[in-house]
């Protein structure tokens, strides 16, 4: 049997991620559709939930462009879990994001 692989997306270039770092933001409904889309990025538990959940759903690069930050990105890779095709594509085209993850504290 065969499973379905959802496409994977990957920004165009780390520079354009410019999403907002503090507040609340309401992720649109092919992102979210849980009932519980509204992300506070001042309580760090959130902050991680809102960047696992659109690397994972994002359709397209534009939708990674629009609600992440390089820094937060950064700052968070190496803790987050992500699906390793994923993290694999991630870390192939931006390798700053392997050593970030590489020299991270171990837990």
Do not use: C
């Not at 410019?18 to 979210?32: A, E, I, S």
């Not at 397209?60 to 994923?86: M, N, Q």
Request: glycine share 4%; proline share 8%.
């Amino acid at each position: 049997m065969r499973r379905y692989a959802k496409p994977i997306v990957v920004a165009d270039d780390l520079n354009l991620l410019r999403g907002q770092t503090t507040g609340v933001v309401t992720l649109p409904r092919h992102l979210d559709w849980s009932g519980a889309a509204d992300y506070d990025l001042d309580s760090p538990g959130r902050m991680v939930d809102l960047y696992r959940t659109v690397l994972i759903e994002a359709t397209k690069p534009d939708d990674l462009h629009a609600l992440l930050d390089r820094a937060v990105l950064t700052g968070l890779w190496p803790s987050i879990w992500l699906p390793p095709e994923l993290r694999r594509a991630w870390e192939q085209r931006f390798p700053e994001l392997r050593r970030a993850a590489s020299e991270a504290p171990a837990a």
